[in-house]
């Protein structure tokens, strides 16, 4: 199986348009934004995804993406309003490439891009109580 984008970026292999780089992370724009100063942040070490990565890196990454946050935020409303920050966990999340990233997604009004909020899911609150206890357990 041939490398990961990801790693051969990492490696210098490929190309990128990095904004931030220490001992444990990567972040570089995203050659398909969703937006402008759409960055991707990377564990230098390869893992499939956030829950394949030690507390360290985890912690790391995070830090990394506040840091591109703020800065996102202080180039002002040009570039962005409010911002994203997520990652996709498996392919029925929309995982596309299997190295772990973060996404730090400026946000415009009308931009067209967000998450919806609200289902058809309804609990109720015994169901709730269940089920909370159910992944508190696990934890």
Do not use: W
């Not at 402008?36 to 507390?55: C, E, F, R, W, Y």
């Not at 996404?103 to 109580?129: A, T, W, Y």
């Amino acid at each position: 199986m041939s490398e990961c984008i990801f790693c051969k970026i990492v490696k210098d292999e490929v190309a990128c348009y990095k904004v931030y780089e220490d001992e444990l992370v990567l972040a570089f724009l995203d050659i398909n934004p969703l937006n402008i100063g759409h960055t991707l942040v990377i564990p230098k070490q390869h893992s499939n995804d956030a829950l394949d990565m030690s507390d360290e890196f985890n912690g790391q990454i995070l830090r990394v993406c506040n840091k591109v946050a703020l800065s996102l935020k202080k180039l002002g409303s040009s570039i962005c309003r409010g911002i994203n920050i997520y990652t996709a966990i498996g392919s029925d999340a929309g995982q596309v490439i299997f190295h772990t990233h973060f996404h730090v997604v400026p946000r415009f009004q009308g931009d067209n891009f967000g998450f919806k909020r609200g289902s058809n899911i309804e609990l109720s609150g015994d169901e709730l109580m269940d089920l909370s206890r159910k992944i508190s357990h696990n934890i």
